[in-house]
């Protein structure tokens, strides 16, 4: 999510297109909290348990 938010943030500047730009904005921000609350040991939208 993070690598195609910053996909879509390159995308939308190289072209002038501003809901590229937003999108991409969204997709970092979102990406990045998931990434920081994985990390965090939070489990988010999974199991504890994989069996």
Do not use: N, Q
């Amino acid at each position: 999510m993070i690598v195609l938010g910053v996909i879509l943030l390159i995308i939308g500047f190289v072209t002038g297109i501003s809901i590229l730009w937003t999108i991409g904005i969204v997709l970092l921000v979102i990406g990045l909290v998931l990434w920081i609350a994985g990390s965090l040991g939070h489990a988010i939208g999974g199991r504890r348990h994989y069996y």
